[in-house]
């Protein structure tokens, strides 16, 4: 089956801590997204991985893509509260050929003070 | 700049009843998308095209409609709503398959129907 798994689903944490979402996907592939949803908002894009060994940051954030392992990270560098959203990954599963991306379910941040 | 927009923004149907979400894009993008978003559930793919006059099924097809007649419109109907339709749906688009600079998402349609 393919399928796009991230865990936690839920994450609370406190302000100023580190934190890790994971994002595993179940067949090849060799681009990865991340995506941003504030409530009752649309998805914003973050960052678009695209080859293996691929890291990205921008601010407070870092994702990276493992391809061999088929996995993704976005590291959470000393939260605050501004980055309390729910995170999207999404990775094309078809090998490129099918022009369609595959979302987990999503990881719902907290950030309190 | 406009870049995906969709309409309505809110709709209440009665079980039955038929409506169209409309998708439209000011980017020239080939492909567009539609998806709908549920509690626990992440996006799931309905229909997708890639190209004026092309359409295919997603993941979850089963009750939508699609056309694409146009380059920059898509549309998303659906014929006899059923109160598991009650979703917020979302458009997309990009420049190329699966996006190599990611998709660019509508504002979203929640769609409650009774």
């Known amino acids: 089956e393919l399928k796009v798994e991230q865990n936690p689903l839920f994450l609370s944490m406190q302000e100023g801590k580190n934190y890790t979402i994971y994002c595993n996907y179940s067949?090849?592939?060799?681009?990865l997204y991340w995506y941003r949803q504030d409530p009752g908002k649309s998805l914003e894009s973050l960052f678009v991985?695209?080859?293996?060994?691929a890291v990205k940051q921008e601010g407070r954030l870092m994702a990276s893509l493992d391809t061999k392992a088929r996995l993704s990270t976005l590291h959470i560098t000393a939260a605050v509260h501004d980055l309390s959203a729910t995170y999207f990954c999404?990775?094309?599963?078809?090998?490129?050929?099918?022009?369609?991306?595959?979302f987990g379910k999503g990881t719902l941040l907290t950030v309190n003070p | 700049n406009a870049g995906v927009t969709q309409t309505p923004k809110f709709r209440v149907l009665k079980t039955g009843q038929s409506m169209t979400l409309l998708c439209a894009q000011d980017?020239?993008?080939?492909?567009m998308y539609w998806y709908r978003q549920d509690p626990g559930m992440g996006l799931r793919l309905i229909h997708y095209?890639?190209?004026?006059?092309?359409?295919a099924k997603g993941e979850v097809p089963d009750g939508y409609n699609v056309s694409r007649l146009k380059k920059q419109n898509f549309l998303l109907g659906l014929e006899s709503a059923a109160p598991s339709q009650t979703s917020v749906y979302f458009c997309?688009?990009?420049?190329?398959?699966?996006?190599?600079?990611?998709?660019?998402f509508g504002s979203g349609t929640r769609l409650t129907v009774v």
């Open positions: 997309a688009s990009s420049s190329t398959p699966t996006g190599g600079y990611g998709y660019t």
């Open positions: 067949t090849t592939s060799d681009r």
């Open positions: 991985l695209l080859s293996n060994g």
């Open positions: 999404a990775v094309d599963l078809s090998g490129g050929s099918n022009y369609k991306l595959t």
């Open positions: 095209s890639v190209g004026e006059g092309t359409t």
């Open positions: 980017m020239n993008h080939e492909y």
